[in-house]
């Protein structure tokens, strides 16, 4: 096969042009050929420097203030390796780099701070934004063409081969082995976002050995592989990602602050409808939104901006599979009732009080797809993760301490712990 160029392909004009490098502290180098250039340079992925990548955790690690723009080229660097020690060829390498650059092209505000909220109000997530940009259509709109659309055509690649590579929903992305390059167990989004966030963050778990795992992955049955003298970095990746998730993107105080700016976005005046032109701002430019909207959003945006945070009044650690709180995650508007209705038995204005059930989503749980991890010694092929063994207690671990979260306003604090205490029958 042939070997593949930094962007993994080389259009029309026959030749990639001569790369550019950009600078990454994570991975060093990250080289650019024209493909990648110029979608680089698109205002689609410009928008990206204004997104945070993890959230609100700047909060509670402070140096987390690393974009969603330096995690997209990251993956796709990521992305290139992995393509080229599986010696794809331009065909396949091409969209596969160019949708490992724009795959978070539809991330709202504060990355996955908005994702319910996004769901409620649009009916889809980011991925689907994520597509429409790619192809040029803006969902739930009037056909709109992007620049993004323009420039893969230019370069001669097709921008639904890559929004298919991009969109995990998506039925039309052949073969699998490169969908499961963007969209699997270890996958280079996930390989980029671990590494960086650990960096920013401080926090260690996700030291994971890259090195490792880019030496001994391989295709075996269309699906990505690793050889069985691999295994202790695959384990240590699993065990970093679990670790992560529960002591960066879940952090309880990480958790209160996004649970308080998705109260500011649903308590805009004109939700939900008015909220659908929120997803498409920068981080700054939706609290400028929300702090002009007056009312509770501008209560809760400033309070945001001066770190005056909600506390954790009340707790769930797991829940019925098919309880109340389940059917809260699916009724949006149900939930904040409640938190009203509790906020009033409070003496306290609507807002006050919030609930989290972030810890219940599954869409958002990283534990469901660790079976599909396969290891390869010669023709023998094992799911070492999957059934029963050492690993289940940590694939089963809850990505959050809590399965449900109440947090209140500083004032309302002792009050509400108080009440909750004496009287929990008002919850689910």
């Not at 600078?23 to 050929?33: K, Q």
């Not at 701002?281 to 939706?286: F, I, R, S």
């Not at 770190?307 to 797991?318: C, G, N, P, Q, T």
């Not at 089963?396 to 004032?411: I, K, N, Q, T």
Request: positive net charge.
């Amino acid at each position: 096969m042939d070997a593949v160029v930094p962007a993994g392909v080389a259009g029309r004009s026959g030749r990639a042009g001569p790369p550019k490098s950009i600078f990454d502290p994570v991975h060093g180098p990250i080289r650019l050929d024209r493909v990648a250039l110029a979608l680089v340079a698109t205002p689609e992925f410009q928008r990206l420097w204004g997104i945070r990548q993890t959230g609100f955790a700047h909060l509670v690690f402070p140096g987390a203030n690393h974009t969603r723009l330096e995690h997209s080229l990251g993956t796709f660097w990521v992305a290139t390796q992995i393509a080229e020690r599986l010696r794809l060829d331009r065909a396949d390498a091409g969209p596969v780099a160019c949708g490992a650059l724009l795959h978070d092209l539809g991330h709202g505000p504060f990355s996955h701070t908005l994702d319910a909220p996004m769901r409620e109000t649009t009916g889809s997530g980011h991925e689907a934004i994520s597509r429409a940009l790619i192809e040029g259509v803006r969902t739930g709109e009037p056909d709109v063409p992007g620049n993004v659309p323009a420039v893969l055509e230019r370069f001669g690649i097709r921008p639904r081969t890559v929004a298919d590579l991009v969109d995990s929903r998506s039925p039309n992305a052949r073969p699998r082995l490169l969908r499961e390059i963007l969209h699997g167990p270890i996958d280079a989004d996930r390989l980029d976002y671990l590494q960086r966030d650990a960096h920013y963050t401080g926090v260690a778990h996700g030291a994971i050995d890259a090195v490792r795992l880019f030496d001994t992955i391989g295709a075996r049955d269309d699906r990505l592989v690793f050889a069985e003298k691999g295994r202790g970095a695959v384990e240590g990746f699993l065990v970093g990602r679990a670790l992560m998730y529960h002591t960066v993107y879940y952090h309880h105080t990480v958790r209160a602050a996004e649970t308080m700016a998705q109260a500011a976005v649903e308590r805009r005046p004109g939700y939900p409808e008015a909220a659908r032109a929120l997803f498409g701002l920068t981080d700054g430019d939706l609290l400028a939104d929300l702090a002009r909207a007056g009312g509770r959003s501008a209560e809760l945006v400033l309070a945001l901006r001066e770190r005056r945070l909600y506390k954790r009044v009340h707790a769930v650690r797991s829940v019925p599979p098919r309880g109340g709180w389940v059917r809260l995650v699916r009724d949006p508007p149900a939930r904040r009732l409640l938190e009203d209705e509790i906020a009033a038995r409070l003496r306290a204005r609507p807002g006050e009080l919030l609930i989290d059930l972030a810890g219940l989503d599954r869409r958002r749980d990283p534990a469901d797809d660790w079976g599909r991890v396969a290891l390869v010694d010669g023709d023998r092929t094992s799911y070492p993760f999957r059934g029963r063994g050492p690993w289940q207690a940590l694939v089963a671990r809850p990505v959050a301490d809590r399965a449900v979260s109440v947090f209140a306003a500083p004032r309302i604090r002792a009050a509400a712990v108080r009440y909750l205490a004496r009287d929990p029958s008002i919850l689910p």
